[in-house]
């Protein structure tokens, strides 16, 4: 069964500054996808970016890039110039190219420090 | 935009209760899934369904039952109520194709007393 660890519970960072969040997942597979997801207080679960296990270059979504590694099973997220309204929590995922389902991380709580 | 919307925000039931969590999306999107979300634990799946009257255990199956009856509307079950099932449920759509999110409602918050 594929897992993904967060080793990170809670990360902060100084508002305009770059933050990095980790992510390392474990899968017997080739092909898959991988997914960062944020949940503001409001709940709401928003897909940041996605990235093809297939695809060597790293997705990248105007402030958010990701450091796809796949030989490491490594799959950060980076957000450039926070700001305010990034704070949230920060949920990695998997899916498997053959099911539909989802298979998260436990999440890091990212806090924007003014 | 995609609009997945869930009946309660917020649910408070008794122990041994039947509950019923309503998940409607408008986006004709063939796959729904049912999550729980607990503090340190992240996202589990508890069902999913990927056409009516279909449906397939997740993870967390044990519990839990869900009904599928039209395309757009996916129900989960609390036959008994526990405690333990206290928790924030999610649920979520997906057009069919590895490719294609899945897109999320706000949550029930539930709280079983």
């Known amino acids: 069964a594929q897992t993904v660890t967060q080793s990170q519970p809670e990360m902060s960072v100084q508002e305009a500054e770059t933050v990095t969040l980790s992510c390392t997942y474990d899968?017997?597979?080739?092909?898959?996808?991988l997914f960062w997801y944020k949940q503001p207080p409001s709940r709401q679960m928003i897909l940041v970016i996605r990235?093809?296990?297939?695809?060597?270059q790293n997705a990248t979504e105007n402030r958010f890039s990701v450091n796809f590694q796949k030989a490491a099973k490594s799959f950060s997220l980076k957000i450039s110039d926070s700001q305010l309204g990034d704070a949230a929590m920060y949920f990695c995922?998997?899916?498997?190219?053959?099911?539909?389902?989802?298979?998260f991380g436990t999440g890091t709580r990212l806090t924007i420090i003014p | 935009d995609v609009k997945v919307t869930q009946s309660s925000r917020y649910l408070v039931k008794r122990t041994g209760e039947k509950v019923f969590l309503e998940c409607v999306q408008d986006?004709?999107?063939?796959?729904m899934f049912w999550y729980r979300q607990d503090p340190g634990l992240g996202l589990r799946l508890i069902y999913f369904?990927?056409?009516?009257?279909?449906?397939e255990k997740g993870d967390i199956p044990e519990g839990y039952s869900v009904s599928r009856e039209k395309k757009e509307r996916f129900s989960l079950i609390l036959e008994s109520a526990s405690t333990n099932q206290t928790s924030m449920y999610l649920c979520?759509?997906?057009?069919?194709?590895?490719?294609?999110?899945?897109?999320f409602g706000d949550g029930t918050r539930l709280s079983i007393l």
């Open positions: 979520a759509s997906s057009l069919n194709g590895v490719r294609q999110p899945q897109h």
């Open positions: 899968t017997s597979e080739s092909d898959y996808y």
């Open positions: 990235q093809e296990a297939y695809k060597q």
């Open positions: 995922a998997y899916r498997s190219s053959l099911l539909e389902k989802l298979t």
């Open positions: 986006m004709d999107h063939e796959n």
């Open positions: 369904s990927y056409d009516v009257k279909m449906k």
